[in-house]
């Protein structure tokens, strides 16, 4: 049972725990974000970021409609080329840490410019 003083107010412990937590994961997530940018141009720059690409910038796929983390993890894990769509990006093996990684930094672009 939690108690109430006169000058408490309910959730106040629970605000500040949130906030503290916050203050570890933003970290976390900023080294998550830096991998994937590095994975991003070490195995898809070829494609997705240089002047002559062949599928779309990074930052076009980050304003995308099916650019939230979990739609971007989903997307890393399978194929995309089939017979119908014999030039489409292949399936880029990765780990779930790269997936996690790549996915952390296509969806921190939301914002750019």
Same mark, same amino acid.
């Given at each position: ?6 000058n408490s107010k309910p959730g106040r412990a ?10 570890? %994961?933003? #970290? =976390?997530?900023? *080294?998550?974000? !830096?991998?994937?940018? $590095?994975?991003? &141009?070490? +195995? ?9 690409? %062949?599928? #779309? =910038?990074?930052? *076009?796929?980050? !304003?995308?409609?099916? $650019?939230?983390? &979990?739609? +971007? ?9 089939? %017979? ?30």
């Amino acid at each position: 049972m939690i108690r109430r003083t006169a000058n408490s107010k309910p959730g106040r412990a629970f605000v500040a725990a949130l906030a503290f937590a916050a203050t570890l %994961v933003a #970290p =976390a997530l900023a *080294d998550e974000v !830096k991998d994937g940018e $590095a994975l991003a &141009d070490r +195995l898809c720059g070829r494609c997705h970021v240089v002047s002559q690409q %062949v599928g #779309p =910038a990074f930052v *076009d796929i980050a !304003k995308g409609a099916h $650019a939230s983390r &979990d739609a +971007l993890r989903d997307f890393l894990r399978g194929t995309h080329s089939d %017979v119908r769509h014999p030039n489409a990006m292949p399936a880029p093996e990765l780990s779930e840490q790269q997936i996690d990684a790549l996915a952390a930094y296509i969806a921190s672009l939301h914002g750019a410019q």
